[in-house]
């Protein structure tokens, strides 16, 4: 029976990837005291797979497009936040990052010389301590052989429990305080005095209405929606939305007196309507520039995105599957859910063209040699080249007709099936090798590996908190980027349970995951040249 189901396995490696993903994510769900390996698992399947099968090889480019897969969907995701993190703190950020993981890579290298470690595990074991698909596969791709397969998988376990622990016993140690969560929508109907009759609310947006939106104004009896132009009399009811309560309370105080009920309880003129957006001609565009329908008067009250309620800004765009509240005229509901989609259906909807067309400049891009002097040639390759693509095009957002964009829920099935299949990948394939080392030297890995996640996150930690006095919210999101799984962030997300920790980690992700990529190949050409030579 044995015998049978290793010849199968080893003859089939569709049925080995997916059963590797399959028994990962079962196991990957395995909770105990409140640590578990999530998709990481999978690696460890696959590696118990082809030990178990020695003919088991998953070839061809199963593996490289699950990668490229998930380094697209976290470029497409993160790109605003990160270009927005390359000014102001997010260079402090960076630069803290930055100098923790160059200082762990040297003690990778010092350890591994000292303890006559190969190269290429001492490299797999710095990208498994970082829990880095992306310079795993640089590493590979440099090394030409399975060892940085070994090393990855022998450090990576501690890669993702190491982080957790530091920032439980660092969040003892600091104590941290956060003010309670805040609502970020607040609303409120306001009646106008004499101080301000007489006037325009183009007059007013610089005072008393800089950080709030009149969206609904009630006059003569009857709703409208404003207008710069519209002119204020004393006894008229305007309806405001803020994201602080603080900017609702001045503009009372300066316009009249709150006063509710007046606009929401009559909907004869102007009725509230809550539609899904899920055409792609309104998403990706700043509501400022967002086309209406032309005819009747509408105005967005309000857009639900998740979990969050947002006001409606001038320079927010629209999702697909976000929710949206319009204000229009009775008669014109069925209108309006035709103009936005209405459709549940487009939280999991993108356009396939666009994938298409970024997943070619991700190759392409890849492709182009980069000379360094005195080492030799390198390329941003599988490992870099989808992720500054992404990362641009989850920028720009859109252009012209193509969305680069995807809702959330897609992008979540489309990186996470793209990791899994690479990590399948990438452990059935190492399997029989990682079995020799682990018994050869699997325990002086395992130390080297330790050394090396503790001295990334000591230096951000410490260094952060006491020298740079980071914010402990943007501390642990730092330190989530640096080493990178997304369940440090989770972690993170629970031990400062701000928005915070999310920015930091969108703000250092991509850009340590590029040093950690062009590092691997520059110590990988500098091995091979210095054993060539």
Not at 163 to 192: D, G, N
Request: with cysteine.
């Amino acid at each position: 029976m044995l015998d049978f189901a290793r010849d199968i396995i080893g003859s089939q490696p569709i049925l080995t990837a997916f059963l590797a993903i399959g028994l990962g994510y079962l196991i990957g769900q395995i909770s105990i005291f409140g640590f578990s390996l999530g998709v990481g698992a999978v690696l460890f399947v696959g590696l118990a797979l082809g030990a178990f099968a020695p003919k088991a090889q998953i070839i061809g480019p199963i593996g490289l497009t699950g990668l490229i897969m998930f380094l697209y969907g976290i470029g497409i995701l993160y790109g605003r936040q990160f270009f927005e993190g390359m000014s102001g703190v997010g260079q402090r950020y960076n630069l803290l990052a930055l100098v923790a993981c160059l200082a762990s890579l040297l003690v990778a290298l010092g350890l591994g010389h000292l303890l006559n470690i190969k190269v290429g595990h001492t490299l797999g074991i710095y990208a498994g301590s970082m829990t880095s698909t992306a310079s795993l596969q640089a590493a590979l791709d440099v090394m030409k052989n399975k060892d940085p397969s070994i090393g990855y998988s022998i450090a990576y376990p501690f890669g993702v429990i190491g982080p957790i622990l530091c920032i439980y016993f660092m969040t003892r140690l600091v104590k941290p305080k956060f003010p309670a969560k805040a609502q970020r929508f607040h609303m409120a109907e306001i009646l106008i005095g004499q101080a301000y009759a007489g006037r325009t609310l183009h007059e007013l947006q610089s005072n008393p209405l800089t950080d709030v939106q009149v969206t609904m104004i009630r006059k003569d009896g009857h709703n409208i929606v404003p207008t710069p132009d519209t002119l204020l009399a004393a006894g008229d009811a305007v309806l405001l939305v803020s994201d602080s309560q603080d900017a609702i309370a001045a503009a009372a105080a300066h316009l009249g007196r709150l006063e509710p009920g007046r606009l929401a309880s009559d909907r004869a003129d102007l009725d509230y309507i809550r539609v899904f957006v899920g055409k792609a001609n309104v998403v990706g565009v700043p509501l400022a520039s967002l086309p209406m329908p032309a005819g009747y008067p509408t105005h967005l009250l309000h857009v639900r995105r998740y979990d969050a309620d947002l006001v409606p800004s001038p320079d927010l765009m629209l999702e697909f599957g976000d929710r949206v509240g319009v204000l229009t005229p009775p008669d014109r509901k069925e209108e309006i859910r035709r103009h936005f989609g209405d459709t549940v259906k487009a939280a999991a909807e993108f356009s396939y063209v666009s994938l298409g067309l970024g997943m070619v400049l991700v190759v392409l891009l890849g492709l182009i040699p980069i000379p360094i002097p005195g080492i030799g040639i390198v390329t941003l390759g599988i490992g870099g080249g989808p992720l500054i693509v992404a990362l641009i095009l989850g920028r720009l957002r859109r252009t012209g007709p193509l969305l680069w964009t995807m809702p959330l829920p897609a992008n979540i099935v489309l990186r996470n099936f793209g990791l899994a299949m690479f990590l399948a990948t990438v452990g059935v394939n190492a399997g029989q090798p990682f079995v020799r080392t682990v018994a050869e030297s699997g325990f002086t890995m395992l130390f080297i590996g330790v050394a090396v996640l503790l001295t990334t996150v000591s230096i951000v930690l410490l260094a952060g908190h006491y020298i740079f006095k980071i914010p402990y919210d943007d501390l642990v999101g730092v330190a989530s980027g640096a080493t990178g799984n997304p369940a440090i962030l989770v972690y993170s997300t629970k031990m400062a349970p701000t928005e915070r920790p999310d920015i930091g980690y969108a703000m250092i992700f991509p850009s340590m995951t590029l040093v950690k990529v062009i590092a691997a190949q520059i110590v990988g050409l500098l091995a091979t040249s210095g054993a060539g030579g």
